[in-house]
């Protein structure tokens, strides 16, 4: 065996995977730091009467938003609110 020829393969094949896995870490950064602009800006713009997807899929209005901020009120039916987390509000639905 040729064992030279073996070591330069090894190196070859681990130097690609090292830029392999580089070149997805990095493009899996780009992504979550775009998702977390986009639900930033979501938190933000929310206000009574917006219509919203929570992540569990449930689609409903927003109808009043408490003191702290943090919780909101979600009409999902005629007359049945919920409340949920603001932070579990996922996106806003555009008219």
Do not use: P
Not at 48 to 76: A, F, L, R, T
């Amino acid at each position: 065996m040729n064992w030279e020829v073996i070591g330069w393969t090894c190196a070859t094949l681990f130097v690609i995977v090292v830029v392999v896995a580089l070149g997805l870490s990095i493009l899996s950064a780009v992504n979550v730091r775009k998702r977390r602009g986009e639900l930033e800006e979501v938190h933000t713009e929310l206000a009574i009467g917006c219509k919203v997807i929570c992540c569990g899929g449930i689609y409903g209005k927003v109808v009043g938003i408490n003191d702290n901020d943090e919780v909101v009120n979600i009409e999902v039916a005629k007359g049945t609110v919920i409340t949920i987390s603001r932070y579990a509000i996922q996106t806003l639905i555009k008219n």
